[in-house]
């Protein structure tokens, strides 16, 4: 079932085009890496996806319902139920411990205390970071960070993943350790992921890639219009 | 000997210094290493022992010296063992040529007059690079695989991705230097 559909979506910073008329459907549980070179939209695109900014023309549609039509309110509603979203840098909030940091998404949906702390530990565990619990984002490390925001992202089992280049910050082992749990949990849980990457490597995690290039799906994947040599050098 | 045929040789010698092994043991041992090697034929197991045999570097190990070859386990011997350290004492050199079938095609495919086919080539390639890697990554990341089915997948992982990556650049690059010639 499509979970996530974008129609013709674009959108300019100014006079900076960054979409130039997307169409993609995600379907329930799949794992979609959205890859291309520095400034195609990626970032822009995963945004408007996940409600995060509105497009200026076209449609971005979540089980049916015309999300680019709704209120902030509405939107940071569902951001907070059914979306979960993961940067590069984790951004915790620098004095709240992971397992506070883990537990807020739960706090804020209205879960009890001890019930937002036990998940909290369950999740951390899960990524490898158990022994993290009880201290603050300014005394780990980076990928002990990463992996608490990744916990953060998936506690309270989104129906969405949105991911921006989350192993961007991470060295190749540790990249990889917060991928295939990511990808575990997605592929247990029915989560869709959208994974955005420049890095091939990363983007063969996920079971379909779309490539942007200036704003557009690039269907063969080199660039439309790059100009080959063609005997003329 | 060639190259291919030296590093067989030392690669069996490498087993063999885990300890003694019959002919299919080491093939089963290559398998398990290597897993996504090339295969390695029984054949090419006994032709290599026995020119190991007959350079001195392995020997037939214990009671087992008169039966046939498929029957004989072997061990290595000082002069094995000497031949192995020697092989991991010296560097293999970083590659000293660029000559990949991969490099070549897509040299000449930019330099080919029809630009739909090296379009059409290099679009065909990125595809099935990207689904071997996408294979190799399920490989490697499937609650099955052991450690020697990862470190393999890595190899080839990190090789495909380091192509894909030069292949865009290399276009990047293309397309800027058309970019500034025809400014
Ligand atoms: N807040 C903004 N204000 C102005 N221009 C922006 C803004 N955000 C993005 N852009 C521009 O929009 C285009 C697309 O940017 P976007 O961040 O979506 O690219 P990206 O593919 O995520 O790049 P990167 O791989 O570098 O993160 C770029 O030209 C960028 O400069
Ligand atoms: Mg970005």
Known sequence: MTQLQARGLVKSYGPTPALRGITLDIDEGEIVAVTGPSGCGKSTLLHCLAGIIRPDAGEVSWRGHRLDTWSEAARSRLRRTEFGVLFQFGQLVPELTAAENVALPLLLAGTGRRAARTAALTWLTRLGVAECADVRPGEMSGGQQQRCATARALVTEPRVLFADEPTGALDTLSGEQVLTQLVRVAKEQHTSVVLVTHEPRIAAYADREVILRDGMIDHTGLGLDAPLAGGSR | ?183
Do not use: C
Request: a neutral charge; hydrophobic letters at 45%; glycine letters at 4%.
């Open chain 2, 1 to 183: 000997m060639n190259s291919g045929l030296v590093s067989t040789s030392h690669l069996l010698l490498g087993l063999l210094s885990t300890g003694t092994m019959h002919g299919y043991e080491l093939k089963r041992a290559h398998d398990t290493r290597l897993p996504q090697a090339r295969p390695l034929a029984f054949g090419q197991v006994y032709a290599t022992l026995n020119r190991l045999l007959r350079d001195g570097l392995v020997a037939p190990a214990g009671q087992e010296r008169l039966a046939g070859p498929e029957r004989t386990a072997y061990t290595l011997t000082e002069q094995g063992r000497a031949a192995l350290d020697q092989w991991l004492s010296s560097v293999e050199p970083p590659m000293p040529h660029v000559n990949s079938p991969l490099f070549t095609k897509v040299v000449v495919a930019l330099l080919v007059a029809d630009v739909d086919r090296a379009r059409a080539y290099l679009v065909a390639q990125r595809r099935a690079h990207t689904e071997r890697l996408r294979e190799l990554t399920a490989l490697k990341t499937a609650p099955s695989a052991t450690v020697d089915d990862v470190v393999a997948a890595d190899y080839a992982i990190a090789h495909l991705d380091a192509d894909l990556r030069w292949l865009h650049t290399t276009l990047e690059r293309v397309a800027d230097w058309h970019r500034e010639v025809h400014s």
